[in-house]
């Protein structure tokens, strides 16, 4: 197997509703956390695990991202005549960082229909998935954590996270046989399972590495919930026929396509930055007091 990271998919054609009124006119990728576009985050989190391509699956309206990681040359050139080499260096650093390749997804239909409309892009090469509203705080980057699964194995890798009882109905599900290093065997997959239902506590979260052939599956999967084509059950296919692992990543993961989950991972990458901290504390001991 060839690095299974040299590219990776974000799927990024959602329309953002839990966030209106400002995902009218603002893709919810690029929403900030603190100041740095939570796709930018994502997008930093692969390339520093090696990815040199990234597949960003667009929809209508979202032309902004590619934007955001195009040259912004009035921008940089007001920068430099005022002597902002800083920020110059920083806007430039976001252009460069990657190549960025943008593909339309026409009609909303799912995630694994998502990552279906990146197959031209992706041709016969393993590939990582980073959802791009899930954040996963890590020293070793999360995609890369799975990737070296991946290439240890020769099996598809997705990663787990254990959730409450009463929330494995908003997630996909995992049940397998623990390995020795942690990991699961997945043996089961399913998605969104009535509340009561679930065959585990492990909800499968944004990211993934996956060979060239789950686009075959894709291919011939059904609507499943929600009548969309789930990558749930191509991932399904793939653990039937003993080829997936669930990887229990290191790090601390931010739902930031939901409204407290977004609020909580600002307040949470703002307490890392030291020109914030400090005040930031101050304001939190104030309020809670």
Same mark, same amino acid.
């Given at each position: 197997?060839?690095?299974?990271?040299?590219?990776?998919?974000?799927?990024?054609?959602?329309?953002?509703?839990?966030?209106?009124? @400002?995902?009218?006119?603002?893709?919810?990728?690029?929403?900030?956390?603190?100041?740095? &576009?939570?796709?930018?985050?994502? !997008?930093?989190?692969?390339?520093?695990?090696?990815?040199? /391509?990234?597949?960003?699956?667009?929809?209508?309206?979202?032309?902004?991202?590619?934007?955001?990681?195009?040259? %912004?040359?009035?921008?940089?050139?007001?920068?430099?005549?005022?002597?902002?080499?800083?920020?110059?260096? /920083?806007?430039?650093?976001? %252009?460069?960082?990657?190549?960025?390749?943008? @593909?339309?997804?026409?009609?909303?239909?799912?995630?694994?229909?998502?990552?279906?409309?990146?197959?031209? #892009?992706?041709?016969?090469?393993?590939?990582?998935?980073?959802?791009?509203?899930?954040?996963?705080? %890590?020293?070793?980057?999360?995609?890369?954590?799975?990737?070296?699964?991946?290439?240890?194995?020769?099996?598809? #890798?997705?990663?787990?996270?254990? =959730?409450?009882?009463?929330?494995?109905?908003?997630?996909?599900?995992?049940?397998?046989?623990?390995? &020795?290093?942690?990991?699961?065997?997945?043996?089961?997959?399913?998605?969104?399972?009535?509340?009561?239902?679930?065959?585990?506590?492990?909800?499968? @979260?944004?990211?993934?590495?996956?060979?060239?052939?789950?686009?075959?599956?894709?291919? /011939?999967?059904?609507?499943?919930?929600?009548?969309?084509?789930?990558?749930?059950?191509?991932?399904?296919?793939?653990?039937?026929?003993?080829?997936?692992?669930?990887?229990?990543?290191?790090?601390?993961?931010?739902?930031?396509?939901?409204?407290?989950?977004? !609020?909580?991972?600002?307040?949470?990458?703002?307490?890392?930055?030291?020109?914030?901290?400090?005040?930031?504390?101050?304001?939190?001991?104030? =309020?809670?007091?």
């Amino acid at each position: 197997m060839k690095h299974p990271l040299r590219k990776v998919v974000i799927p990024a054609a959602g329309l953002g509703t839990r966030f209106l009124p @400002v995902t009218k006119a603002v893709p919810k990728e690029l929403l900030p956390i603190v100041d740095t &576009p939570t796709l930018q985050l994502i !997008v930093e989190e692969a390339v520093k695990a090696g990815a040199a /391509q990234v597949v960003v699956v667009n929809g209508r309206g979202k032309s902004a991202i590619e934007d955001h990681f195009d040259r %912004s040359y009035e921008l940089e050139d007001t920068l430099a005549r005022k002597n902002k080499t800083e920020l110059f260096q /920083q806007v430039r650093a976001i %252009s460069d960082m990657v190549r960025l390749v943008s @593909v339309r997804q026409k009609e909303p239909m799912g995630l694994g229909h998502a990552v279906l409309a990146a197959k031209p #892009a992706i041709g016969d090469d393993w590939f990582g998935v980073l959802l791009g509203d899930d954040l996963i705080d %890590s020293e070793e980057p999360a995609i890369g954590q799975l990737a070296r699964v991946a290439l240890k194995t020769g099996k598809a #890798a997705v990663a787990l996270m254990p =959730v409450a009882d009463d929330q494995t109905h908003l997630y996909g599900v995992a049940a397998g046989k623990a390995q &020795p290093d942690g990991n699961l065997l997945v043996e089961r997959m399913v998605e969104k399972p009535p509340r009561g239902s679930a065959p585990s506590n492990l909800a499968v @979260v944004g990211r993934y590495v996956l060979p060239p052939d789950i686009f075959a599956i894709l291919e /011939q999967v059904k609507p499943g919930a929600g009548g969309e084509i789930q990558l749930t059950d191509a991932l399904a296919v793939l653990a039937q026929q003993g080829r997936l692992v669930g990887v229990r990543f290191n790090g601390v993961r931010h739902d930031a396509g939901d409204r407290l989950g977004y !609020v909580i991972a600002n307040v949470a990458y703002a307490l890392k930055r030291p020109d914030l901290r400090e005040g930031l504390l101050a304001y939190l001991r104030k =309020v809670v007091s």
